[in-house]
């Protein structure tokens, strides 16, 4: 089976995803394992501020160090090669590299333009590494693609002085995340695995 795009978001239309029924015989065979931390993979390649930047985004006004997301433009071939150790290492699933690719969370880079096409690109990178080790071992892989935490929250105001103040609204974080989603699903991921997401009134959103 070569499901794409989630199997066009087949539940929207309220039926069983041959995907979902694939994964379930699975895991009532087995425990799938889940990858490991994508951060603590690249603090290891000890990249500097050029290296996040890449040609694309040379001249680009604030600094994107840190960017852990953006590499998956700028570094493509890191990404890549964790994703794939990381599944020649045992890993049934990978998450895509986009905890912070929402516009929401971009917005402190100056690149929330960018939100769609990181969360595409990156859910491209990991579904060439689970198709290029699913051909390689013969035991299927699988993408999950990672919807994180914003830096902004529906629960909890920013100003001590303003208790009732909200820096965002709930219809903006809707936007946010649907644009989020729409990407990952685009570029070939098999689950939405939604993560540390603190406030359960962001988590509802998804």
Do not use: W
């Amino acid at each position: 089976m070569a499901p794409t795009n989630a199997m066009k978001y087949s539940s929207e239309a309220g039926c069983s995803c041959p995907l979902e029924a694939e994964l379930r015989a699975v895991l009532q065979q087995r425990i799938m394992v889940l990858d490991g931390g994508m951060g603590t993979m690249i603090q290891q390649h000890k990249l500097e501020e050029e290296d996040f930047r890449g040609e694309e985004f040379k001249e680009h006004p604030l600094s994107l160090r840190g960017n852990n997301d953006l590499l998956s433009l700028t570094q493509p071939q890191i990404i890549y090669t964790i994703h794939k150790d990381y599944l020649l290492a045992g890993a049934d699933i990978i998450e895509t590299n986009t905890f912070s690719s929402t516009c929401v969370a971009q917005a402190d880079y100056g690149l929330e333009l960018l939100a769609y096409r990181l969360n595409r690109a990156s859910a491209e990178l990991a579904r060439r590494a689970a198709d290029d080790v699913t051909k390689q071992t013969g035991c299927k892989r699988y993408v999950a693609g990672a919807v994180g935490p914003t830096n902004k929250t529906l629960s909890v105001s920013p100003s001590v002085d303003r208790p009732d103040f909200r820096n965002i609204t709930f219809d903006e974080l809707v936007e946010a995340y649907s644009e989020q989603v729409r990407g990952l699903l685009d570029g070939g991921a098999d689950i939405l695995l939604v993560e540390t997401i603190f406030d359960t009134a962001n988590a509802k959103v998804c």
